[in-house]
């Protein structure tokens, strides 16, 4: 799918992540930066209790108010959309069934299998969801803040920025017929009736412009 659009980049921008090696993706796009040290391994139980909560809750509608960006971990990540399938074709929510999607997936491994999923929920703390989803908000919206903004904004799938660790803001689900309608560089392919969540990351404009001529 040729996404010509009104992006000013040239057409080797839109290189393949898929195709370069873990070097030129190091170098490419800044670091995601860390949290105080007094914050990060809150923020970390952040997740994993977030995780615990909505599937001991089972609600599809608190599912679908929390924003995957909060995430930080990629293995949170993943069993957060294994949650929201789940939610999607589910009425209840459990492990084993979130653990089948992981495995249908081929994801159930990097997600930490089903021990991890059953040790997450019952760990969880004795609160509500939304008693912790504010607090793993607030956690985004700092990381955000220490972000460096220079650079290239480019899109990228989420997954793929939280996979390498990349500086990222918030996402949005995008199908790929709706990608046309964005300036920046995408970096990439998603099919027009396909749907994926998206974000932004900055990319270093030396570094971006010397992979395009390789």
Known sequence: MDHKGKSP???GWSKRIAVMDATDISKLFSPMPAL???YQALAERAERDLLGLLILWGDRALVQQVEPSWFTSYQHFIIFRGIETAAEINPNLDVVIISEILEQSGKLEESGGLL???GIVSNSPRITPWQIAPLLQG???MRYAMTAK?????MVRLEDAL??????GTSWYSSGAQLINYEAPIFFELLDDDSDW???SFADEVEAERLAAQ
Not at 150 to 154: K, P, T, W
Not at 163 to 168: A, Q
């Open 36 to 38: 105080p040290e007094e």
């Open 163 to 168: 996979l390498h660790g990349w500086n990222h």
């Open 198 to 200: 998206v974000c932004y």
């Open 150 to 154: 220079n650079g290239v904004r480019c």
């Open 116 to 118: 991890y999923l059953a």
């Open 139 to 141: 956690f985004a919206k």
């Open 9 to 11: 980049i040239r057409k």
